[in-house]
């Protein structure tokens, strides 16, 4: 008779769904699992429903893939349960053979500048889910009565705020962004957008395809400084030979710096070599200070100039950090871990696992190595009682059927507006969409 095993995965995002589909493909005639994914929220899917760009809904489609892992037998969907609130970390090490923590990282890493908390300065770990829909974000403050917004940072999520508030609102109607975000990006003032990195455009942590994707906007014109692309490409070419991706990036930002503007209204600037020093203004953003760089070799160096770009709205995203989880160790905003093992029995995956780099693929190959080690590590079947036995009287748990209600309901109103779905933002409406 087969071995058979409990494991929890806790999150139900891209990093949790691909160490559930590992560990089926680790099962043999004498290794069974029985998975459970624990989610704090009442809907699965974690970043690719409230993090990725809703004008990209091909990396989407990747929820089909979710959505079959969870058709396979031994696997439960259980949304709605809040570890350290419904459930304790002591309560999964007792009743699991194994426990995955597959948290993410939620927390926008600061700036620590002056003027940080003043209003219209935000994180995109607080921007990204607002208009994604995300349920605890639907009333985060986003002024968007002004005309010059600045994004601070290099990366993919850098590029995604600002392309939303670049681009003219009607390119977002046929997508699921939130209703709440959508309105208020139809009444956005805003027409200029800058993205401001720290260091060189050969350091930038774009993908190529994002940047292919700019000069095809419709409405926006993309302002990049041709000077800037060719002195990166030197210095590039400085350090020996180009890194593909870098090479990709560069060949990328070239075609931007001489796309010719068209004269539209709207415009997104891409700035490098400049470093937050204070965002200014009295009662909420009135603009940024900036230190102009230089790159010496690998080395960044403040020249002792400076810049100021008149703004209303600063949106920092420089990266996150994980939320610390009680009685779990951390180090340096993620769950510190030796290869994915935490502790005996206790493992990690993902963002939490190794920040937030990468895209959603790259939780796929991460969760089957640390996968293959659970499996060695495992010992005899603990034979644990269920753990919905110890959830309070009455407590709503969304399970995959429940969800797939939610789901059909969403698509269902979506359809007469041409959307993708209509996403639901109240945790409340949600709980009674699953409960049907």
């Known amino acids: 008779m087969a071995a058979q095993y409990k494991v929890a995965i806790v999150g139900a995002g891209p990093s949790g769904f691909f160490a559930a589909q590992a560990l089926q493909n680790l099962q043999s005639d ?54 350290g609130k419904e459930i304790t970390m002591d ?42 829909g995300h349920p605890d974000f639907v009333h985060v403050d986003v002024p968007l009565d002004g005309k010059v917004a600045v994004i601070i940072g290099a990366g993919n999520v850098a590029m995604d705020c600002a392309r939303i508030l670049a681009i003219n609102p009607e390119e977002l109607d046929s997508t699921d962004t939130a209703p709440h975000a959508l309105a208020a990006l139809h009444m956005s003032t805003i027409r200029e957008v800058h993205i401001a990195a720290r260091r060189g455009a050969e350091n930038a942590a774009f993908t190529a395809p994002e940047l292919r994707d700019l000069p095809k906007l419709e409405h926006t014109d993309v302002y990049l400084s041709a000077d800037e692309v060719s002195q990166a490409h030197a210095r590039a070419q400085a350090q020996g030979e180009i890194e593909k991706e870098v090479r990709n990036n560069l060949e990328a930002m070239r075609l931007i710096s001489e796309n010719p503007p068209k004269g539209h209204e709207r415009s ?89 780099s990468g895209v959603v693929g790259t939780n796929k190959s991460d969760a089957a190595d640390v996968m293959k080690l659970l499996v060695d590590d495992l010992k005899n079947p603990k034979g644990a009682e269920d753990i919905l036995n110890l959830l309070p009287a009455g407590h709503i748990v969304i399970n995959q059927e429940k969800w797939q209600r939610i789901n059909a309901a969403e698509i269902a109103a979506g359809e007469p507006l041409g959307r993708p779905r209509l996403k639901e933002v109240s945790r409340e409406k949600l709980l009674s969409l699953g409960e049907g």
């Open 268 to 356: 997104l600037h891409m700035q490098f070599l400049l470093a937050p020093k204070e965002i200014v203004g009295t009662e909420r953003v009135e603009g940024i200070t900036f230190s102009i760089n230089r790159m010496d070799g690998e080395k960044v160096v403040d020249t002792g100039e400076t810049l100021t770009i008149a703004c209303q709205l600063v949106i920092s995203a420089i990266g996150y950090n994980a939320e610390p989880l009680a009685g779990v160790p951390e180090d340096k905003g993620k769950i510190k871990n030796s290869e994915g093992r935490v502790e005996e029995n206790v493992y990690v995956v993902g963002w939490a696992k190794r920040g937030p």
């Open 30 to 83: 004498d290794l069974k699992f029985e998975i459970d994914i624990i989610e704090r929220l009442p809907t699965p899917w974690g970043l690719v429903r409230s993090g990725v760009a809703p004008d990209h809904p091909k990396i989407k489609t990747v929820s089909k893939v979710f959505e079959k892992i969870a058709a396979e037998p031994g696997f439960r969907f259980l949304g709605n349960i809040d570890l």
């Open 91 to 132: 309560d999964l090490k007792n009743h699991y053979d194994a426990v995955v923590l597959a948290t993410g990282s939620a927390l926008g890493r600061k700036l620590g500048i002056p003027g940080e908390d003043l209003r219209g300065s935000l994180s995109a770990a607080d921007f990204v889910p607002w208009y994604n």
